[in-house]
């Protein structure tokens, strides 16, 4: 009687672990496209009921008492998880450039004939013309109209690069365009993500391992970390528990179920002024727009005061690190190398057109007797910047000198030239001497231009930029390549196999049919053997 009435509890046991057995397999089916799961299976094992069972065979059988589940295990990888996070980063950086890369491409694009090359190319060939016909007032204002379409293209192209790296940043100094911009939504997005993780973190510390539910949120654990790789580079390390702790650079970010450090975001102005001693912005400021501080949630204490240099990969570091000159925008090239280079291209022609348009030997027609020549004067510059005069000339300030858009400004061009003062003719208005010298100047190889012509130099930066874009399109392509390897390897080895899943499910259906049958048979005989005590 006793040993009929253990193998019903033997049975009974077994129904109930093939039962739980086949709702794991349920279980993964019905999660096999879910976003993120990873397969589970049930590992069974003897269930040992006695003590110490010695080598009495008789001792053994009666210690065991069927089957158990020891654990549910979760498949996984950590390694491949670890090495898609860290290239999962390097794309979202990457996406960033290329994102970049193609702002600056359609900036600087000329197909339209609005650009700087087509404003050049205009403005060469006024002077070409006004080579010709030195003394028509015609040619002239001609030429000074194309010179102020020149200086309004630069103004209005860097005005659109301003903005470019406003959207991205903010403009460093207002409140308002920074909670505009790209990055004030990353970094708000990264702060709730390191939220839910370490809520996760805590719900894994209380809860059982090897259990459905551990396993579920060890899940949602490893998401999060994905969408925190992508914003940027983390470093994980794993408790037994499964908790993580996460790092970024030697910062950290979550201890278990504590946030260590989150995201503060400041202009560059605000951040300079908050130190001691306050920094002069921008005069001797050298960074981004925007600044990254780490700081203690509970406490408000500023771990890190500027963090922008720990963000080297993903989304915040592509936006760090590309829209402005002090980043490290790949090739060399973002935004703010761009905006420099047009700066050094517009005080470069500035200085080269002033000089020879005020040089010792230029003359100009004057204006009250357009027979005659006098010399030029040295206020005659043809651009001008925000001091009134031809420095601290950019693309943003340049302009045209007014006085070129008087009545008779126009006469102030001035076109002829003498290198010898016995030469001097007063009648010569036709002499083009000096137009002949500002027309040389778009072939001719300037030093402070890196020993390139003016067009050639504004060619040369045009192509850096599109050949550092098809660069980033390459690492992009072959990032996405490796993701999608490496995607492959862990859905291979975590992924949800309707095969695998139709075997154990025939398995555990078979083992379970097989206890009922003895359950049964157990059942029949025991209710005979109480039919035959009454």
Same mark, same amino acid.
């Given at each position: ?228 790789? %992508? ?8 408790? #037994?528990? @499964?908790? =993580? /702790? *996460?790092?970024?650079? $030697?910062? &950290? ?34 960074? %981004? ?8 949630? #509970?406490? @408000?204490? =500023? /771990? *890190?005061?500027?963090? $922008?240099? &720990? ?224």
């Amino acid at each position: 009687m006793v040993s009929l009435l253990s193998s019903l509890n033997m049975t009974a046991n077994t129904l109930s672990v093939n039962e739980k057995a086949i709702s794991v397999v349920s279980h993964n089916v019905a999660n096999m496209n879910t976003v993120g799961y990873h397969k589970q299976r049930a590992n069974l094992v003897t269930r040992n009921i006695a003590g110490a069972i010695g080598n009495n065979v008789a001792n053994q059988v009666r210690a065991n008492g069927g089957v158990k589940i020891a654990n549910i295990m979760r498949y996984n990888d950590v390694y491949l998880s670890n090495y898609y996070r860290t290239q999962l980063s390097e794309q979202s950086k990457l996406q960033q450039q290329l994102d970049g890369l193609g702002d600056l491409a359609s900036i600087l694009d000329d197909l339209e004939g609005t650009g700087i090359d087509k404003a050049l190319s205009k403005f060469y060939e006024a002077l070409n013309n006004l080579n010709e016909y030195p003394s028509s007032s015609t040619a002239r204002i001609n030429f000074i109209e194309t010179t102020k379409t020149l200086a309004s293209t630069m103004n209005a192209k860097y005005e659109m690069l301003q903005q470019n790296t406003t959207a991205a940043l903010g403009d460093g100094e207002t409140e308002e365009s920074l909670k505009n911009s790209k990055i004030y939504m990353q970094y708000s997005v990264l702060n709730n993500k390191l939220e839910e993780l370490a809520k996760v973190n805590k719900a894994l510390q209380t809860t059982q391992t090897g259990t459905l539910e551990a396993n579920n949120l060890l899940d949602q654990r490893d998401l999060l970390l994905n969408d925190i790789a %992508e914003f940027t580079n983390i470093t994980v390390e794993e408790k #037994e528990n @499964g908790s =993580v /702790n *996460v790092y970024s650079g $030697n910062y &950290a970010l979550v201890k278990g179920s504590v946030v260590k450090s989150e995201l503060k975001l400041q202009t560059a102005k605000d951040y300079c002024e908050s130190q001691n001693p306050p920094i002069l912005y921008p005069d001797d400021w050298k960074g %981004e727009n925007a600044v990254v501080s780490l700081v203690n949630p #509970e406490t @408000g204490e =500023v /771990n *890190v005061g500027n963090a $922008n240099s &720990a963000f080297t990969s993903g989304t915040l570091g592509g936006l760090l690190h590309f829209a402005t000159d002090f980043g490290d925008g790949e090739n060399g090239i973002n935004a703010g190398t761009v905006m420099n280079g047009l700066n050094t291209l517009c005080q470069t022609i500035a200085d080269v057109f002033n000089n020879l348009n005020t040089r010792k030997g230029a003359y100009c027609i004057d204006p009250n007797d357009t027979e005659k020549l006098i010399a030029s004067d040295p206020a005659n510059l043809i651009f001008i910047g925000p001091n009134g005069d031809g420095t601290g000339i950019t693309a943003g300030n340049i302009q045209i000198n007014p006085d070129l858009l008087t009545d008779d400004g126009c006469w102030k061009i001035a076109c002829a030239f003498f290198d010898d003062p016995a030469n001097f003719d007063v009648n010569a208005v036709g002499n083009a001497a000096n137009v002949k010298d500002m027309l040389a100047t778009r072939n001719e190889k300037n030093a402070a231009l890196d020993g390139q012509s003016i067009e050639g130099y504004y060619t040369g930066l045009v192509g850096k930029v599109a050949a550092a874009g098809s660069n980033i399109k390459s690492l992009f392509d072959t990032q996405s390549e490796v993701l999608d390897s490496i995607q492959s390897k862990i859905k291979d080895a975590t992924g949800v196999d309707l095969n695998e899943e139709l075997v154990d499910l025939v398995k555990y259906q078979t083992a379970y049919s097989a206890a009922a049958q003895v359950f049964n048979t157990c059942n029949s005989c025991l209710d005979t053997l109480m039919g035959l005590g009454r």
